[in-house]
Nanobody, 118 residues
Framework: QVQLVESGGGLVQPGGSLRLSCAAS????????MAWYRQAPGKQRELVAGITRGGNTNYADSVKGRLTISRDNAKNTVWLQMDSLKPEDTAVYYCAAQRYGSAFFNYWGQGTQVTVSS
């Protein structure tokens, strides 16, 4: 089993920055891709950014150039650097992890709230 714990959410003004962290524990050797998803009130959960174990990344069009995903396999941690935040970035952000050989994300964190408001 794998446990994911997110931290770093909060309230920030438009144009501000936040850095989310996701610490993995448990059977971490089995993890391949990791990602950040978000879910705003009344909307479906959506992929924000993903990263392979080798460091290849992909982003939703709405966040390209503003959000950056990174990981440190030795520290079992994934980050999401969020810059130039907009009110529409307000959501609960979830960390997700995928086992090798799996077609979907197997593990999820509890979520951390990000609110962008003046």
């Amino acid at each position: 089993q794998v446990q994911l714990v997110e931290s770093g959410g909060g309230l920030v003004q438009p144009g501000g920055s936040l850095r989310l962290s996701c610490a993995a524990s448990g059977s971490i050797f089995s993890l391949n891709n990791m990602a950040w998803y978000r879910q705003a009130p009344g909307k479906q959960r959506e992929l924000v950014a993903g990263i392979t174990r080798g460091g290849n990344t992909n982003y939703a069009d709405s966040v390209k150039g503003r959000l950056t995903i990174s990981r440190d396999n030795a520290k079992n941690t994934v980050w999401l650097q969020m810059d130039s935040l907009k009110p529409e970035d307000t959501a609960v952000y979830y960390c997700a992890a995928q086992r090798y050989g799996s077609a979907f994300f197997n593990y999820w964190g509890q979520g951390t709230q990000v609110t962008v408001s003046s």
